[in-house]
């Protein structure tokens, strides 16, 4: 049987595909993709996400998914070592008078310990006592509650268990942010205060207490029992610019969905966001015009894998994974946010219109909808989304 890493290596070189360029188009880190053809099924936080990670790896590549779980689980079990309990002994009984000297050494032993554990622990509580504070002996001995992690690069995404932390470097100086409970929401407490997040929200806050948001916290999943989630601490923000009067000033920038929002029907669209980096300014596109508002119809067309998120009339935000010669339809009334892992990997038509969202490889976030004409008339536009 043809190990897993070998089939997934050989098929990506039959296609002439670097690595670094399918971490792009499949949003999978390098590392892992390495992992996986190495077979270091180890490095990953959790049989969940490798599994996950083996289907879309599969699917990228053409192979067959069920067929390398089928593996992979096989192989899983071949390595397991035989249960104690189905080997058999092969030393006999020692004799009777051996035994019973033994027992009355462990009994003898085990009184020793109990005394001596009564001890430690009876010293432990009475120094929480009298320091006014709750001690374990876990406490005591110094054990770290969670594990500690660096973000050295512009953004981290990954499983964080209770107690886990992150270390952000801002500005030369070091901030930690740290995972005190997971549930159906997530508790994260950062130097600026205590941030609460239930699954799919993201939230911006201050590191440095300058009054200025300096990283985006967003909680991917979070695990069924609730002692984990999947999080995406990123520090390429840039400060909103929202353009609703629907939003007081009262209202928390988390609660506003990509730091912006599209204009009601009574309003113009207006672009969501801003950005001081000229490189990531867009203009907007007009698609098509109309004398009249009428939904519209956006029919997408794959022509390689891509990762699509979008979110139409303000409705429910969705997720998943495209694959070269999928199709998708999308029916909108107002307006639609979309994000694309990779820009050229699709052919959109809008109402028949042809729109192309970006070149190869770029990460694309745009909002289409109607708006206003000066003149008179209505247009559906392009509005980029930072």
């Given at each position: 049987?043809?190990?897993?890493?070998?089939?997934?290596?050989?098929?990506?070189?039959?296609?002439?595909?670097?690595?670094?360029?399918?971490?792009?188009?499949?949003?999978?880190?390098?590392k892992y993709i390495e992992a996986i053809e190495e077979e270091n099924f180890s490095d990953f936080p959790g049989e969940t996400y490798l599994l996950g990670f083996l289907r879309s790896y599969a699917g990228y590549l053409g192979l067959d998914a069920e067929e390398i779980i089928t593996i992979y689980k096989k192989t899983k079990i071949q390595e397991q070592p035989v249960p104690a309990e189905l080997i058999e002994p092969e030393s006999k009984l020692p004799p009777l008078p051996v035994?019973?000297?033994?027992?009355?050494?462990?009994?003898?032993?085990?009184?020793?310990?109990?005394?001596?554990?009564?001890?430690?622990?009876?010293?432990?509580?009475?120094?929480?006592?009298?320091?006014?504070?709750?001690?374990?002996?876990?406490?005591?001995?110094?054990?770290?509650?969670?594990?500690?992690?660096?973000?050295?690069?512009?953004?981290i995404e990954r499983r964080f268990a209770e107690g886990d932390s992150v270390t952000v470097k801002y500005r030369e100086q070091p901030y930690r942010i740290t995972v005190s409970k997971t549930g159906e929401t997530v508790t994260l407490i950062a130097p600026s205060g205590k941030l609460e997040l239930p699954k799919g929200r993201e939230a911006l806050t201050d590191l440095d207490g300058d009054g200025s948001s300096d990283i985006k916290i967003m909680i991917r999943d979070v695990d069924p029992p609730g002692r984990a989630a999947v999080i995406k601490f990123d520090r390429n923000i840039e400060a909103p610019s929202v353009a609703s009067s629907e939003i007081s000033s009262e209202k928390e920038l988390s609660d506003v969905s990509i730091a912006a929002v599209a204009a009601t029907e009574t309003q113009a669209l207006q672009p969501s966001g801003s950005t001081r980096i000229q490189t990531r300014r867009e203009p907007e596109r007009v698609i098509f015009e109309s004398d009249e508002k009428k939904p519209f119809t956006i029919n997408l067309s794959f022509r390689g894998y891509c990762l699509m998120r979008y979110e139409s009339d303000g409705g429910?935000?969705?997720?998943?994974?495209?694959?070269?010669?999928?199709?998708?339809?999308?029916?909108?009334?107002?307006?639609?946010?979309?994000?694309?892992?990779?820009?050229?990997?699709?052919?959109?038509?809008?109402?028949?219109?042809?729109?192309?969202?970006?070149?190869?490889?770029?990460?694309?976030?745009?909002?289409i909808g109607w708006s206003e004409k000066p003149e008179g008339g209505y247009a559906v536009k392009a509005l980029p989304l930072y």
């Amino acid at each position: 049987m043809e190990p897993i890493g070998q089939k997934f290596k050989d098929a990506r070189k039959e296609k002439g595909l670097f690595i670094e360029q399918v971490a792009r188009e499949t949003n999978i880190s390098k590392k892992y993709i390495e992992a996986i053809e190495e077979e270091n099924f180890s490095d990953f936080p959790g049989e969940t996400y490798l599994l996950g990670f083996l289907r879309s790896y599969a699917g990228y590549l053409g192979l067959d998914a069920e067929e390398i779980i089928t593996i992979y689980k096989k192989t899983k079990i071949q390595e397991q070592p035989v249960p104690a309990e189905l080997i058999e002994p092969e030393s006999k009984l020692p004799p009777l008078p051996v035994m019973l000297a033994g027992v009355a050494l462990i009994a003898i032993l085990g009184a020793g310990f109990l005394v001596y554990k009564s001890g430690i622990v009876s010293k432990i509580f009475s120094a929480g006592e009298n320091s006014g504070q709750l001690s374990d002996p876990a406490a005591a001995a110094g054990t770290a509650s969670g594990t500690e992690y660096e973000m050295n690069s512009s953004f981290i995404e990954r499983r964080f268990a209770e107690g886990d932390s992150v270390t952000v470097k801002y500005r030369e100086q070091p901030y930690r942010i740290t995972v005190s409970k997971t549930g159906e929401t997530v508790t994260l407490i950062a130097p600026s205060g205590k941030l609460e997040l239930p699954k799919g929200r993201e939230a911006l806050t201050d590191l440095d207490g300058d009054g200025s948001s300096d990283i985006k916290i967003m909680i991917r999943d979070v695990d069924p029992p609730g002692r984990a989630a999947v999080i995406k601490f990123d520090r390429n923000i840039e400060a909103p610019s929202v353009a609703s009067s629907e939003i007081s000033s009262e209202k928390e920038l988390s609660d506003v969905s990509i730091a912006a929002v599209a204009a009601t029907e009574t309003q113009a669209l207006q672009p969501s966001g801003s950005t001081r980096i000229q490189t990531r300014r867009e203009p907007e596109r007009v698609i098509f015009e109309s004398d009249e508002k009428k939904p519209f119809t956006i029919n997408l067309s794959f022509r390689g894998y891509c990762l699509m998120r979008y979110e139409s009339d303000g409705g429910r935000r969705e997720e998943r994974y495209f694959h070269k010669g999928e199709t998708f339809r999308i029916d909108v009334s107002q307006n639609i946010k979309i994000w694309l892992s990779n820009a050229s990997a699709l052919t959109a038509t809008v109402s028949g219109a042809e729109y192309l969202f970006g070149n190869p490889g770029a990460v694309s976030a745009k909002v289409i909808g109607w708006s206003e004409k000066p003149e008179g008339g209505y247009a559906v536009k392009a509005l980029p989304l930072y």
